[in-house]
C-alpha cells in the first residue's frame, strides 16, 4: 500500500481502517519496533566510514588535538624556510659571505626535515584514531 509522503497521520489511519484492520491492529503497527527504528544512514557518509564508536567529545578533542599538531608544524616549517629565504636575500644584497647564507640555508632546511620527522610519528597515531575501526 502506496500512500502520498503528505498525507496525514489520521488519514493513513483512517485507510488502514477501510482496508478492514481492526483499531488493536493499528495499535500494534504503530507500537512495533520496526515503525519507531530510525533510518539508518548511507554507507557513503563520510562520518559513518571513519566512526570508530568515540564519544563525540573525544571525537573533537581528537580533531582539535589534530588540528594543533597540523598549525604547529606547519609553522615551524614555514618559519624556518622565511628565515633561509631571509639570508639568502641578506646574501644577494651583500651583508654576508657565500659561506654563512650556505651554512644557514642548509641548517634551516635540516630543522624543517628534523620539525617533519618528529611530527610524523604524533601524525600517525592521529590517522589511526580517525581511520582505524577499533
Do not use: H
Not at 563525540?56 to 608544524?73: A, G, M, S
Not at 659571505?97 to 642548509?106: K, L, M, Y
Request: hydrophobic share 45%; charged share 20%.
Amino acid at each position: 500500500m502506496s500512500t502520498p509522503p503528505t498525507m496525514s497521520l489520521t488519514a493513513k489511519i483512517d485507510l488502514l481502517r477501510k482496508k478492514g484492520l481492526s483499531d488493536d491492529e493499528i495499535d500494534q503497527l504503530l507500537a512495533s519496533p520496526a515503525s519507531s527504528e530510525p533510518v539508518k544512514a548511507s554507507p557513503f557518509n563520510m562520518a559513518e566510514m571513519v566512526n570508530n564508536g568515540s564519544s563525540i567529545e573525544e571525537w573533537n578533542k581528537q580533531v582539535d588535538e589534530t588540528e594543533k599538531l597540523y598549525i604547529n608544524t606547519e609553522a615551524f616549517s614555514v618559519l624556518f624556510i622565511g628565515i633561509a629565504i631571509i639570508i639568502n636575500i641578506l646574501n644577494f644584497k651583500g651583508y654576508f659571505g657565500n659561506t654563512v647564507a650556505i651554512v644557514g640555508s642548509v641548517i634551516c632546511f635540516v630543522l624543517v626535515a628534523l620539525v617533519q620527522v618528529f611530527s610524523a610519528p604524533k601524525y600517525r597515531e592521529k590517522i589511526k584514531f580517525f581511520v582505524k575501526k577499533r
